[in-house]
Every structure is written in C-alpha cells, then in structure tokens.
C-alpha cells in the first residue's frame, strides 16, 4: 500500500469512524456531521514534483479522494513564512482535517491548532502535543539500513556519500541507519562525512554536495533532502556514479 495513502487512510479513519456505503460499493468517507470529509493538506516548500515527501502526500491524497469519496484541497508553501497563513486558510476554510506535511510545520501547527479546537490536524515527521493533531512518525532508519548494506555491497571505490536537507535529528536517523545498513555488509566501507544542503528546495546546492562527494571518491550518494535531491540524481546521472533517493522512485 501506497505510504501517503496509508497515512490518509488512518488519519481518515480517526477523525470520521465508519465511512457509510456509496453507489457501487465504494466508501464515502463523512465528517462527524454527517457532511462529506474535507481534506486539506498544506505542502512543504519544497513543493510538488519534488519527487519525495510532497509527492507521496499527493498521491495519497489523490488515493484517498477517489476510493474514500473525501473532498480535497491544497495549497504550496513557498517558505517557511507561509506555513502558519495556509495552515490557517484550511482551517478556517471548511477543511475538518488538515494535513502539514514535513517536520518544519511544527511552530505553525503549534498555533493554528489551538485556535481550531474543533478541526482535527495531523502533522507528517513532527510532534505536536496537542489534543487536536496527530504527529505521524516513520521509522526512516530501517529503510536506510538497506540503502546502506546495498550501497556498500555495491561500491567499487569502497567510499559512500549522503546528503540531507536540513541538519535535523530527523535526517540523521536517515544517515544513521545507512552508515550502520553499509558497516554491517562491509566494515571496510568508508562513509564520507554527511552534506547539509541547509534547505528543502535548493538543486543546485543538493548537485553541489554531491559533486564533492563523488569528487572525494564516493560512487553511491544517498539522499534525504527533498526536492534539492533532485540535484543529488543530476549529479550522479552527470558522473555516471549512482544515486539513491528517498520516498518516490
């Protein structure tokens, strides 16, 4: 099952309880006024077509509109700034559940939340302690152990590289599984030490990283950085050296 979907569907299914029968036996999915579901979901900056955390929301989303019957609405957020105004938007904008996607909402979610006690948030790689949200965590460092082992079993220059979006314990648990996915398949493995890119959105910078890193002698970048990402596979491609992303293929 679809990951972003799999969070709709759970988050769904706290706010509304048990969806009633349509037409050809679907479920429609109704708030708990007996009105249909209105789903919001506020982006990171790094946007659609990051092909990472974004992506999956609105494919989730998109999943969650056409099998659960929810009606949905988006918005981008091009900074930070943005977050708490659209947060806020959807709230007040008939949305009974909102979605913040990525871990940067958290301050923003903090505030709008407590002004909307009677909408129901869920927020995607944060926590927030509030009786209204959801904090909705992954075990990130699992699926990096296996880009790791296969990285180092892999590797013909015995070095590695990653590169992440922010420095965020987050993302080091990304780092920290793949360092222990690539020691236990070869403890002879180098590990480069990791690239910050300091943002979600920047390719050049994430391109940038990874071409010290394959300059220095690493072969096989991982990435956990959003769309700057993107920049992290250019680079690769560029190189003929190998890449490997997060959450989307």
Request: hydrophobic share 40%; aromatic share 8%.
């Amino acid at each position: 099952m679809n990951k972003g979907f799999l969070v709709f569907l759970v988050a769904v299914t706290f706010l509304a309880g048990c969806g009633k029968p349509a037409a050809g036996g679907a479920t429609t999915s109704v708030a708990p006024d007996g009105q249909k579901l209105t789903v919001g979901v506020v982006f990171d900056s790094g946007g659609i077509g990051d092909k990472s955390f974004n992506d999956s929301a609105k494919a989730g989303l998109d999943k969650a509109e056409k099998d659960l019957g929810i009606t949905a609405k988006t918005v981008a957020s091009k900074n930070e700034g943005d977050y708490a105004t659209n947060l806020d938007a959807m709230a007040n904008g008939g949305c009974q559940l909102v979605f913040a996607v990525g871990i940067s909402q958290g301050n923003a979610l903090e505030q709008v939340a407590k002004k909307y006690p009677q909408v129901k948030f869920a927020i995607v790689d944060g926590t927030v302690d509030a009786p209204n949200v959801r904090s909705l965590h992954f075990n990130e460092e699992q699926g990096s152990f296996l880009a790791g082992y296969l990285a180092a079993l892999t590797t013909k220059t015995k070095k590695i590289g990653f590169v992440g979006g922010q420095e965020l314990d987050l993302i080091k648990k990304f780092y920290s599984g793949y360092v222990a996915g690539a020691k236990t398949a070869d403890p002879t493995v180098e590990i480069l030490p990791a690239k910050y890119v300091g943002n979600w959105e920047n390719q050049d910078l994430g391109k940038a990283d990874a071409q010290q890193l394959f300059g220095t002698g690493a072969d096989i970048v991982y990435h956990a950085a959003g769309r700057a990402g993107l920049g992290v596979i250019k680079a690769a491609e560029e190189q003929d050296k190998y890449a490997i992303g997060v959450d989307r293929d």
